[in-house]
């Protein structure tokens, strides 16, 4: 085991003597004794870290669990704002001992395994995975295959992922998914329109990442000919299409990590105006931002995502005034293909951001739509702090979302509308924020049906403005979903005509089809939403989807293999357990049907096959998905779930 404190030389520079005392104490007082107690030993102190020896790689990844949420829980309170975080990276194999230190690859691989580690988290090599695969109580990421300097050879690398950090403490999984007196009460009770209720939690933005690493063996022809590009890419994965790119999170040059929502701003409308490029197959912003604030390898990153190009840039903002440098590269050569340098004031931040679209297009040779940007004239407010708030509003949605995130997000809309009532970003913002599936991570407040009232009206104003928007379609398709499903479809084809590289349009299909006794359809859709965004704070929802519709379709060995990716995914997301036991059940696997059923107890002790009717029947009145629904009851029932 390899551990460093990240940041140490800048907390070093700012408190040396606080610094040093601090990462005295947690050693002496948490790590230590935790590492002892796992009949483990510090081989060395490194100044930052430490080096440890185990007898166990069992045993290595549990004292590391136990004293990383130990340093968190110490932390948490800390006045300064700046915690010491450890970085921990294990590995397996052979060593050379030395009374004071120990040598060899092993050491070699754990210690890089720790420099691409995130703050806070755990890294671990594929031969340790292998040891401690179903031997600790913990869910584990595949990061896929990773160039570690100074290493010969790619090690597959695996990311623990700890409770306290993936799941959202605002909203704990079973107070938003509450039993027969909770969530169903409010589904029937809260949420009957006209054309029937909203609820659903196929398509919750719970956290979770996702490796691009799969087969895809599904139809295609669903896909209209607008998306070529896209059917192409979905139909052979292992071959970037030629004008395939990723736009990297830009650095925020200011040093004053406030000022981060303007540099994640101008990625994500960035990512937006290149994605409705003609022939251009773009990765969509959700997977792009995991790789914020992380050292990039240009070369693995193309292999993991499937693409050619990568755009990257820096934005430093100087009062008014905004300077914007940006970068197209070659991912297999690293080399720059062109490079450019852009100034303006914040009032034409869409100017700017237009000029660099067309250099970046001229360069890659790609023939613009009619409309360069997805920002007409009416979309843009003219007052500067209306863009402001409604900038910060966007950025607040890309981070894990939670009840909290999401109270921010539209209060930050609320006060760019404040200042300009018809800015149709800010009113679209709002709208999401309101919209049945990011409002069930508010726990569905009393106001549900009236937020679903003004998501509506303000969607419909932002469309009246600008009905070329693709994300309004969305949130439009958002509010239908859910006792409509035929009507989403056209609210999100008409977004993917707009944007052929919206991920979240073509998941938010993929579960509408299903509704809408469609569920063939739905795979392939779904699958190049993964495809665009593998690693998207979404994506556990959208492998649920990809579950949900191989149960409807009976294809029960593909379900449980896409559950079984669900819950690798995120253990806590338990519609995927429902999935596993009536896949399990249908094919008279009952044995692993009593250990998938006796997991999904423990989360949803009160759980009965009545209320999972009530439930699904209040999604949709669509016949088909109904009898189809029936039989993954079934499956449940021959498991023995109770009925009521």
């Not at 009374?99 to 691989?109: K, R």
């Not at 607040?396 to 909290?404: D, N």
């Not at 509408?512 to 929802?541: F, H, K, N, Y």
Request: aromatic share 8%.
């Amino acid at each position: 085991m390899a551990a460093d404190v990240a940041g140490y030389s800048r907390l070093m520079h700012d408190d040396e003597e606080a610094t040093h005392g601090r990462l005295t104490t947690l050693l002496a007082d948490v790590i230590e004794p935790t590492v002892a107690e796992h009949g483990g030993r510090i081989v060395k102190n490194t100044g930052d870290g430490f080096l440890a020896e185990f007898p166990s790689a069992v045993q290595a990844v549990r004292a590391a669990v136990r004293f990383q949420s130990a340093i968190g829980d110490l932390q948490q309170n800390d006045a300064k704002g700046r915690p010491l975080l450890f970085r921990v990276g294990i590995n397996i194999g052979d060593v050379i001992v030395e009374p004071h230190d120990i040598f060899g690859d092993g050491v070699n691989i754990a210690a890089r395994l720790e420099g691409i580690g995130e703050p806070g988290g755990i890294s671990i090599s594929s031969s340790a995975y292998d040891q401690v695969r179903g031997k600790v109580d913990m869910a584990f990421e595949d990061m896929g295959p990773q160039a570690l300097k100074n290493i010969a050879e790619p090690i597959r690398v695996w990311r623990a992922k700890l409770s306290d950090s993936e799941v959202p403490k605002e909203v704990p999984e079973q107070a938003v998914f509450a039993g027969a007196g909770g969530l169903l009460g409010q589904i029937l009770g809260r949420l009957k329109l006209t054309g029937g209720a909203l609820a659903s939690v196929a398509t919750v933005g719970a956290i979770g990442l996702f490796g691009y690493s799969n087969v895809w063996n599904t139809r295609t022809d669903v896909l209209p000919d607008g998306q070529k590009t896209q059917r192409e890419a979905a139909a052979r994965p292992d071959i970037a299409p030629r004008l395939s790119l990723v736009v990297l999170p830009f650095a925020n040059l200011n040093n004053d990590p406030e000022q981060d929502y303007f540099a994640d701003s101008i990625t994500a409308d960035l990512t937006t105006d290149l994605a409705r490029m003609r022939n251009a197959f773009v990765i969509g912003r959700g997977t792009a931002f995991t790789y914020k604030n992380r050292q990039v390898d240009l070369k693995t990153l193309g292999k993991d995502l499937g693409i050619r190009w990568a755009v990257q840039g820096a934005v430093r903002r100087a009062g008014e005034q905004v300077r914007v440098n940006v970068s197209l590269t070659d991912v297999a050569s690293g080399r720059d293909i062109w490079s450019d340098r852009f100034d303006s004031d914040r009032t034409n931040v869409a100017v700017l951001q237009d000029q660099i679209t067309v250099r970046l297009a001229r360069s890659l040779n790609i023939e613009l739509i009619q409309a360069e940007s997805r920002r007409s004239e009416t979309d843009r407010s003219k007052n500067p702090d209306a863009m402001d708030f409604t900038m910060r509003g966007w950025a607040k949605s890309y981070e894990p979302r939670s009840k909290t995130t999401i109270a921010q997000a539209r209060e930050l809309f609320d006060n760019a509308l404040r200042l300009d009532p018809d800015h149709v970003d800010a009113m679209i913002g709002k709208a999401w924020s309101l919209s049945p599936p990011i409002n069930l991570l508010s726990g569905w407040p009393v106001s549900v049906v009236e937020d679903n009232k003004t998501a509506t009206n303000l969607v419909d104003r932002a469309l009246s403005k600008s009905p070329a928007n693709a994300m309004a379609h969305v949130v439009k398709g958002d509010t239908l979903r859910f006792g409509n499903p035929e009507e989403a479809l056209h609210q999100y084809d008409a977004a993917l005509e707009i944007n052929p590289n919206f991920p979240a349009a073509y998941a938010g299909k993929g579960d509408a089809l299903i509704l809408a006794g469609r569920a063939r359809e739905a795979l392939s859709v779904t699958q190049l939403a993964l495809r665009l965004s593998p690693r998207d704070p979404s994506a556990v929802a959208w492998r649920w989807t990809l579950c949900h519709a191989h149960l409807h379709l009976h294809d029960y060995q593909e379900a449980i293999e896409e559950c079984r990716r669900t819950l690798n995914m995120n253990s806590a997301y338990w519609f995927a357990f429902i999935g596993l036991v009536s896949a399990y059940g249908a094919t008279g696997q009952f044995e692993q049907a009593r250990l998938s059923l006796a997991e999904f107890n423990k989360i949803r002790p009160d759980f009965t096959i009545q209320w999972y009717r009530d439930f699904g029947y209040a999604l949709t009145r669509n016949p088909q998905f109904r009898r189809e629904f029936d039989d993954i009851l079934d499956g449940l029932r021959k498991v023995g779930v109770r009925e009521h």
